[in-house]
């Protein structure tokens, strides 16, 4: 994590995300609407930057890795100090360049629902990295997986969705986009902080159905477990095929 730390575009992407923020805020002259800016922001900047740095860290780590396997340390604890010391580094980035300037602007429950989004998004994105590190040895390959993984779940997801709800618009789809969504957790990320926001009474009957549901505790509960689900799982296949892979 310290290494991390030290890196320059890890000290170049927390400056990024402070100048951002302070700047989203300080264009709206309402702070909820720079929330609802800088949302947009962190929901294609975090993602990306997380995953294809991670990626070529890991990457550029191989033969260090493969320095302490050959030491008496267990696999499963090697990866996962990878995995820990950068989900750690690239969320005290999001803290220090998205927490600061809400906390100063707009501390308030919405605001904490953001920065916890980024957060969690963080940890995901971090997750999908060290699976697609494991899978391939080549580098080129891996940083090409890692960036089609984020284009489809930032945008080719969504366009798929839309494709649906107008394909078969005939049909009460509502509890089906409900499902959809949770395979993707960028928009289960969008949907939690537009609700705080009271934007859903813009959405139609659609937005009305998914702030019935992800505004229950039933919604709450089952959103924390899928993002639960999508963080912890990528990580635990790296670590199985980690574990199983000949170095």
């Known amino acids: 994590?310290?290494?991390?730390?030290?890196?320059?575009?890890?000290?170049?992407?927390?400056?990024?995300?402070?100048?951002?923020?302070?700047?989203?805020?300080?264009?709206?002259?309402?702070?909820?609407?720079?929330?609802?800016?800088?949302?947009?922001?962190?929901?294609?900047?975090?993602?990306?930057?997380?995953?294809?740095?991670?990626?070529?860290?890991?990457?550029?780590?191989?033969?260090?890795?493969?320095?302490?396997?050959?030491?008496?340390?267990?696999?499963?604890?090697?990866?996962?100090?990878?995995?820990?010391?950068?989900?750690l580094s690239l969320v005290i980035a999001i803290l220090i360049g998205v927490g600061i300037p809400i906390v100063i602007y707009e501390p308030s429950v919405t605001g904490l629902v953001l920065i916890i989004t980024g957060v969690i998004l963080t940890a995901i994105f971090v997750s999908l990295a060290l699976l697609g590190s494991v899978i391939t040895r080549d580098k080129a390959k891996g940083i090409g997986i890692s960036i089609l993984c984020w284009f489809?779940?930032?945008?080719?997801?969504?366009?798929?969705?839309?494709?649906?709800?107008?394909?078969?618009?005939?049909?009460?789809?509502?509890?089906?986009?409900?499902?959809?969504?949770?395979?993707?957790?960028?928009?289960?990320?969008?949907?939690?902080?537009?609700?705080?926001?009271d934007v859903a009474a813009m959405m139609g009957y659609t937005g009305a159905v998914f702030k019935d549901f992800f505004g229950s505790v039933t919604g709450a509960v089952t959103i924390g477990i899928i993002l639960l689900l999508w963080t912890i799982l990528p990580a635990w296949l790296a670590i199985k095929k980690f574990n199983k892979k000949d170095l």
């Not at 930032?154 to 509890?175: M, N, S, V």
């Open 152 to 197: 489809y779940f930032a945008i080719i997801f969504d366009g798929i969705i839309l494709f649906i709800l107008f394909q078969f618009q005939d049909y009460p789809l509502e509890k089906t986009s409900i499902l959809l969504t949770m395979l993707n957790p960028i928009d289960l990320g969008r949907i939690l902080v537009l609700l705080r926001l």
């Open 1 to 87: 994590m310290l290494d991390i730390l030290r890196n320059r575009i890890v000290l170049g992407y927390s400056i990024f995300l402070f100048i951002i923020s302070v700047s989203m805020f300080n264009l709206e002259d309402n702070s909820a609407k720079g929330l609802l800016s800088l949302l947009n922001i962190i929901l294609i900047i975090v993602p990306l930057v997380c995953i294809i740095f991670a990626t070529i860290y890991i990457y550029n780590s191989a033969e260090f890795i493969e320095l302490l396997v050959s030491q008496p340390v267990k696999r499963t604890t090697l990866l996962s100090s990878v995995y820990i010391g950068l989900v």
